[in-house]
Nanobody, 127 residues
Framework: QAQLVESGGGLVQAGGSLRLSCAAS????????MGWFRQAPGKEREFVAA????????RYADSVKGRFTISRDNVNNKVYLQMNTLKPEDAAVYYC????????????????????WGQGTQVTVSS
């Protein structure tokens, strides 16, 4: 069973940067599409970014395109989210997610397409 543990969240001023990390275990990490989602208070969980098995393809929500970068390290079973030029509206709990079903390759944006989730890490952006 896949286990995902996020880290790297915290408090940052608007315009600043943070790098989130997600350590994965218990599944074949290198063959899974990985994603980042976020959920702000009172809002639904939303897609942020996804990355293909080998890291060659990525997909981003329009709201973060050009500011956030997703990457992965298949040797150390980690996925990262580099967040630059943070805005107050980026504040949320950020979740790492995996598509662990065999052979799945689409960079899905829907929550229901991911079957493994971390516990989340809080990102707070002060204005």
């Amino acid at each position: 069973q896949a286990q995902l543990v996020e880290s790297g969240g915290g408090l940052v001023q608007a315009g600043g940067s943070l790098r989130l990390s997600c350590a994965a275990s218990g599944h074949t990490f290198s063959s899974n599409v990985m994603g980042w989602f976020r959920q702000a208070p009172g809002k639904e969980r939303e897609f942020v970014a996804a990355i293909s098995w080998g890291g060659g393809s990525t997909r981003y929500a329009d709201s973060v395109k050009g500011r956030f970068t997703i990457s992965r390290d298949n040797v150390n079973n980690k996925v990262y989210l580099q967040m630059n030029t943070l805005k107050p509206e980026d504040a949320a709990v950020y979740y790492c997610a995996a598509r662990t079903s065999r052979g799945v390759s689409a960079l899905a944006t829907a929550v229901k397409e991911y079957d493994a989730w971390g516990q989340g890490t809080q990102v707070t952006v002060s204005s």
